[in-house]
């Protein structure tokens, strides 16, 4: 079966999708990105490999992107701590990892190679790392392949299965088996995913499955505890404002208005619009938008910002600052529910916001335990929306239980790094 689904990826399946990147590159600046980016890959580590001490032993990393990555921040920095001599490749697949993330600990960041299995096989053959490491998701069959092939270790941690995955559907089943079953250890988020792989591979495999929780969580906290010198002041202290977070399109169908109806209905109530991706077009939309429902929006491009002014609506023009920016307010509404799924709800949770975001949450173990928790609500229209304001709003009571409940599950889950990381080196 193997040998089957190996040609159906390499023959049919990864050319077609290889050539339709290339099409879509034509109209999309950001696949476009990618996709130059993925060429220059090879002679990118051959000159970072030309300076390395070919002795110190090599860490690849894998993230899709930038919000993938922050999973990996606080592993990677453990690992550092007790391998300093170590050394860090780190691939994206997205150009948000690329353009956004900066840590001194990574030693060589790289696209994802082009992921062809010939391609795969010589790349690693040169970089000869110890261990391949996975961020929750995006795992590639021939990267996979390859590395089981030249006796290369893979792990995937913080990894998560959604109830109704495809993962799990009878033929789509057969497939991802061959790419699992070929890890040497995957470190799950809950104990309902670790059935769900258990589930999904071979009954005679003898891979190491371990339940280790999300390393994320960890990474929130320490960004919490290094730039927020008043976080135990009370939230009702703050402003009465509105966090949205990245916005897309699809978000803006059905929170705007509730957002406006907000504003009408308490002058005390201001909001600080935040596009995901904040290109003069959706800003220029944006601002026009408020003016025509009676407000004059002030662009940020800082969040010290916020404090200079005595403003209604705030729209920011920049990325990079939007954890800060949840201290600023009290109630959040986290974008891509309506689109590929939730982008990162810790950030108000820990920032002490109760939590707003779209019906598609399902990837995201975080938001599942923020609404069971009482402090995280799925919206899938206008209307539920703007029934969760009004009452977070008006409800004092409700406000402080809701705000704890987010919180607390950071709380609850920290640790899992250092979880992780003796993970890493033990198997």
Same mark, same amino acid.
């Given at each position: 079966?193997?040998?089957?689904?190996?040609?159906?990826?390499?023959?049919?399946?990864?050319?077609?999708?290889?050539?339709?990147?290339?099409?879509?590159?034509?109209?999309?600046?950001?696949?476009?990105?990618?996709?130059?980016?993925?060429?220059?890959?090879?002679?990118?580590?051959?000159?970072?490999?030309?300076?390395?001490?070919?002795?110190?032993?090599?860490?690849?990393?894998?993230?899709?992107?930038?919000?993938?990555?922050?999973?990996?921040?606080?592993?990677?920095?453990?690992?550092?701590?007790?391998?300093?001599? /170590?050394?860090?490749?780190? /691939?994206?697949?997205?150009?948000?990892?690329?353009?956004?993330?900066?840590?001194?600990?990574?030693?060589?960041?790289?696209?994802?190679?082009?992921?062809?299995?010939?391609?795969?096989?010589?790349?690693?053959?040169?970089?000869?790392?110890?261990?391949?490491?996975?961020?929750?998701?995006?795992?590639?069959?021939?990267?996979?392949?390859?590395?089981?092939?030249?006796?290369?270790?893979?792990?995937?941690?913080?990894?998560?299965?959604?109830?109704?995955?495809?993962?799990?559907?009878?033929?789509?089943?057969?497939?991802?088996?061959?790419?699992?079953?070929?890890?040497?250890?995957?470190?799950?988020?809950?104990?309902?995913?670790? /059935?769900?792989?258990?589930?999904?591979?071979?009954?005679?495999?003898?891979?190491?499955?371990?339940?280790?929780?999300?390393?994320?969580?960890?990474?929130?906290?320490?960004?919490?505890?290094?730039?927020?010198?008043?976080?135990?002041?009370?939230?009702?202290?703050?402003?009465?404002?509105?966090?949205?977070?990245?916005?897309?399109?699809?978000?803006?169908?059905?929170?705007?208005?509730?957002?406006?109806?907000?504003?009408?209905?308490?002058?005390?109530?201001?909001?600080?619009?935040?596009?995901?991706?904040?290109?003069?077009?959706?800003?220029?939309? /944006?601002?026009?938008?408020?003016?025509?429902?009676?407000?004059?929006?002030?662009?940020?491009?800082?969040?010290?910002?916020?404090?200079?002014?005595?403003?209604?609506?705030?729209?920011?023009?920049?990325?990079?600052?939007?954890?800060?920016?949840?201290?600023?307010?009290?109630?959040?509404?986290?974008?891509?529910?309506?689109?590929?799924?939730?982008?990162?709800?810790?950030?108000?949770?820990?920032?002490?916001?109760?939590?707003?975001?779209?019906?598609?949450?399902?990837?995201?173990?975080?938001?599942?335990?923020?609404?069971?928790?009482?402090?995280?609500?799925?919206?899938?229209?206008?209307?539920?929306?703007?029934?969760?304001?009004?009452?977070?709003?008006?409800?004092?009571?409700?406000?402080?239980?809701?705000?704890?409940?987010?919180?607390?599950?950071?709380?609850?889950?920290?640790?899992?790094?250092?979880?992780?990381?003796?993970?890493?080196?033990?198997?």
């Amino acid at each position: 079966m193997k040998i089957f689904w190996f040609l159906f990826y390499n023959v049919i399946l990864y050319p077609m999708l290889f050539v339709l990147g290339i099409i879509l590159a034509l109209f999309n600046k950001k696949i476009r990105t990618g996709i130059f980016g993925r060429f220059k890959t090879a002679s990118v580590l051959n000159e970072f490999l030309k300076k390395v001490d070919s002795s110190k032993p090599i860490y690849w990393f894998h993230a899709a992107s930038h919000g993938e990555y922050e999973q990996v921040r606080p592993v990677l920095k453990g690992l550092k701590e007790i391998e300093p001599e /170590s050394i860090a490749v780190v /691939s994206f697949f997205s150009p948000s990892g690329m353009v956004n993330v900066t840590d001194d600990r990574i030693d060589c960041a790289i696209y994802l190679p082009f992921d062809f299995y010939r391609t795969m096989k010589i790349i690693l053959a040169k970089v000869k790392p110890i261990k391949v490491i996975f961020a929750a998701y995006d795992t590639w069959p021939n990267f996979i392949w390859a590395a089981k092939k030249l006796n290369i270790n893979t792990t995937i941690f913080a990894a998560t299965f959604e109830y109704h995955t495809k993962k799990m559907y009878p033929i789509i089943r057969t497939f991802y088996k061959t790419v699992y079953d070929d890890f040497s250890a995957i470190y799950t988020i809950s104990k309902s995913d670790y /059935s769900r792989v258990k589930h999904l591979l071979s009954p005679d495999n003898n891979l190491k499955i371990r339940v280790l929780g999300n390393p994320r969580y960890d990474q929130v906290k320490s960004k919490a505890d290094r730039f927020t010198t008043n976080r135990t002041i009370s939230v009702l202290i703050r402003e009465k404002r509105i966090i949205a977070g990245s916005i897309w399109p699809e978000d803006e169908r059905n929170i705007f208005n509730p957002i406006v109806q907000m504003l009408n209905k308490d002058s005390e109530t201001s909001v600080i619009w935040v596009p995901h991706e904040p290109t003069e077009r959706f800003i220029k939309s /944006s601002v026009k938008q408020f003016q025509n429902a009676g407000f004059d929006p002030i662009l940020l491009s800082s969040e010290d910002d916020v404090r200079l002014n005595n403003g209604r609506v705030y729209i920011v023009t920049i990325v990079g600052i939007l954890s800060k920016l949840y201290w600023q307010g009290q109630i959040a509404y986290v974008g891509g529910g309506f689109t590929s799924g939730v982008h990162n709800v810790m950030e108000p949770a820990i920032a002490r916001l109760p939590v707003l975001f779209g019906p598609r949450y399902s990837r995201s173990h975080e938001a599942g335990e923020l609404i069971r928790s009482g402090g995280g609500y799925s919206v899938s229209n206008a209307s539920e929306a703007y029934e969760i304001l009004d009452k977070l709003l008006d409800d004092k009571n409700y406000f402080i239980n809701a705000s704890y409940a987010a919180t607390q599950v950071i709380h609850d889950n920290i640790g899992s790094s250092t979880r992780v990381v003796r993970g890493i080196i033990r198997d």
